[in-house]
């Protein structure tokens, strides 16, 4: 069977099968369609939300960006899972004992205020356009590349597939499909990792073949690409490129956006206890844990594999490197993409893979006849890829590519879901129309969530930036808004509605100004993005660390200097802080 | 539920907390970046023990911690007997 008919097959199958779950858990009611009648199991909702989770940046992306970060990559495999260990141990268990469906209904009730849930309802809607965006791009490049149709019809493809189950399904059709494409979306993941950590190093766990020895070659995996790498010009694999402060400053807006993000948190309102929403944070982030610690291994074996095969010889030797017109045919397949490309600098008609913006390299390159770097390899492209660089059967490669759109998928079905909530439930039925019917409002989250595909579906066709830029902006946004005010709000009685609204609009603001004077997000960036010119050195990846200490400052000060909040949210605050009480699975 | 006993089981609550997220950082911001260098110098396996808490260690430890959390959370809620059902 041809690659080709064998990736049609793969997707195909996977998706008859979310779409018949789907269908077969369609929701019958408002709290059905929101939160799956807070009746989901821990195992089931822990496996939904890390498929929630883990979205095209973490299956496609992450890999690929630690692979040429090396150790600047572990901000991403702790951020992204140190976060679980803040929202279980400060959130989960008491938003679960609040007992509502969203996280500005909780913003609301707790600081006793329609301005502090409409700013609530603001992050979270920008928050989540903006993740959802990076998704809907990241279904259209799978699509593009697997299926071999331009961009513009595998993103329609995809929006089509996202509406039909985010909008029929609703939160309880969500979390069973999710359950299908976490399965789908890990089992694709590990299995072509387990195929190339037994090929180079003979040990099958990826986890523990990225330290051992290379077969037959007698040295550490490690030691040699921290050599290779060097070789070539580039920093040490294990040493990275980020300063201290950096790599600190992005782990934890990472950490902190994690336990701030909206689809995440609502996560924790669909089990039926308190005792559930802890173990619930205890099974997503076990499953979560299984792609992320192979993740690094995926990276650091991608390097290697792809500058053996560009760099088959011995460094420096004029016969060393590939000859291009012998390239192998994954290296056709992904140059009509774009996304991988070479340029004959100095007219040999092999290819130099180096790093030729270090000047301390430049006189070695000139040695050996180098005139700068003649391969430019897409990040994004290298889960894909690593595979078919690894000669792996086409099953494997067909798979990867149904786990990469399982994961994209899930993630936007997700966020779309929290966006139409907030539309309907939040803005209709809090502030406008609080006589709606459940009908109705049902409706409205609809219509919400098919408006909001077509605009995430626009937006991943015109991306306004980068997705890492985009992403950056989301978790920022999330750390420096979100997740302070609603910690607060539980570990404190003193802060009030003036210190809430305060602090989240001192977070928002300093932290979106601060990306988007450096990024340039819809304008023309105005600083030099470089680490001279950043404030403490710190990146716009990582100044939503900066953002959230500004929002606790802002809101402690704010709220020293005015009234204690009422006795009713006092006693609120008591309330959520005990677990017994909590409103049953099937009563509200 | 009496105040001073409710006082107590925030108290422990938060006491548990504390420890545990010492622990959080001490694993990710200790040993995978501030000591990351010193311990980079020390050979796991054939990874730098540093490097090795960034990208592994780390997330096994938060994995733990969140498990340390719930158990011994249910234990607090039947000993101050705030347990659901």
Not at chain 1, 63 to 87: E, K, Q
Not at chain 1, 325 to 331: A, H, I, K, V
Not at chain 2, 41 to 60: E, T
Request: net charge neutral.
């Amino acid at each position: 069977m041809t690659l080709q008919t064998m990736t049609y097959l793969a997707v195909g199958l996977s998706f008859a099968l979310y779409i018949g779950i789907a269908i077969w858990s369609r929701a019958g009611s408002t709290r059905d369609f929101y939160v799956a009648g807070k009746g989901v199991h821990p195992v089931a909702n822990g496996m939904a939300t890390a498929a929630d989770w883990m979205s095209a940046a973490s299956f496609i992306s992450m890999a690929g960006l630690i692979a040429f970060l090396g150790y600047g990559g572990s901000v991403y495999l702790m951020g992204w899972t140190g976060g679980y260990v803040l929202l279980a141990l400060l959130l989960a268990p008491y938003l679960r004992k609040f007992g509502k469906f969203t996280v500005p209904e909780f913003i609301g009730e707790r600081y006793y205020s329609k301005a502090a849930t409409i700013v609530a309802v603001i992050c979270l809607i920008f928050i989540s356009f903006t993740y959802v965006a990076g998704q809907m791009r990241g279904v259209g490049i799978v699509f593009s590349r697997f299926l071999e149709v331009d961009i513009l019809t595998g993103l329609l493809i995809g929006m089509g597939i996202v509406f039909f189950y985010a909008v029929l399904g609703g939160m309880k059709g969500i979390t069973y499909t999710q359950v299908a494409q976490y399965c789908v979306l890990i089992f694709a993941y590990t299995v072509p990792a387990v195929f190339i950590s037994l090929q180079m190093t003979g040990n099958p766990i990826p986890q523990l073949a990225f330290g051992s020895e290379l077969t037959g070659e007698g040295v550490a995996l490690l030691v040699k690409l921290d050599q290779v790498v060097q070789e070539l010009g580039f920093n040490a694999y294990t040493l990275g490129n980020k300063s201290t402060i950096d790599i600190f400053a992005i782990t934890l807006a990472l950490m902190v956006g994690t336990a701030g993000l909206p689809h995440v948190i609502v996560r924790f309102f669909t089990v039926p206890k308190v005792r559930d929403a802890r173990r619930s944070a205890f099974w997503a982030l076990g499953f979560i844990a299984l792609l992320y610690t192979v993740a690094p291994a995926v990276g650091s074996m991608a390097r290697l594999n792809l500058i053996d095969t560009v760099q088959p010889g011995e460094i420096g030797a004029p016969e060393a490197n590939l000859v291009y017109e012998e390239r192998p045919q994954w290296f056709k397949t992904w140059e009509k993409t774009g996304l991988l490309s070479f340029e004959d600098k100095n007219g040999d008609g092999r290819i130099q893979y180096y790093n030729d913006a270090n000047p301390d390299f430049t006189a070695t390159a000139e040695s050996y006849g180098w005139q700068g770097n003649e391969l430019s390899v897409d990040r994004d492209i290298m889960v894909l890829a690593n595979p078919e660089i690894a000669n792996l059967p086409n099953w494997v490669i067909a798979l990867v590519a149904a786990g990469g759109i399982a994961a994209a998928l899930s993630t936007a079905a997700g966020l779309l879901l929290v966006i139409s909530a907030s539309v309907s439930h939040d803005l209709c039925k809090g502030m406008i129309a609080p006589n709606l019917t459940d009908k109705s409002e049902l409706m409205i989250g609809r219509i919400a969530a098919g408006v909001a595909v077509c605009i995430a579906g626009y937006l991943g066709y015109n991306p306004p930036g980068f997705v890492s830029q985009v992403v950056a902006f989301a978790f920022g946004l999330a750390a420096a808004s979100l997740f302070p005010v609603i910690l607060m709000g539980i570990f404190s009685k003193r802060i009030n509605r003036e210190g809430a609204i305060s602090g989240m609009i001192t977070g928002l603001v300093f932290t979106a100004g601060y990306i988007i004077y450096f990024k340039g997000v819809f304008i023309d960036p105005i600083g030099i993005n470089t680490a001279e010119h950043w404030l403490f050195g710190i990146s716009p990846e990582g100044i939503g660390a900066v953002g959230m200490a500004l929002n606790f400052t802002a809101a402690t000060v704010v709220s020293r200097v005015t009234s204690a909040p009422p006795e009713a949210v006092q006693a609120l605050v008591e309330d959520i802080r005990v677990p017994r009480g909590a409103a049953a699975a099937t009563a509200h | 539920m009496e105040e001073s006993q409710r006082k107590a089981y925030w108290q422990a609550n938060i006491k548990l907390v504390l420890m545990l997220l010492a622990v959080w950082f001490v694993v990710s911001y200790g040993f995978g970046i501030l000591f990351k260098e010193a311990l980079d110098a020390i050979d796991l396996f054939g990874f730098k023990l540093g490097f090795w808490w960034a990208q592994q260690g780390s997330i096994y430890v938060f994995l733990l911690l969140i498990a340390v959390y719930a158990w011994q959370m249910n234990r607090l809620d039947r000993q101050f007997d705030v347990h659901e059902d």
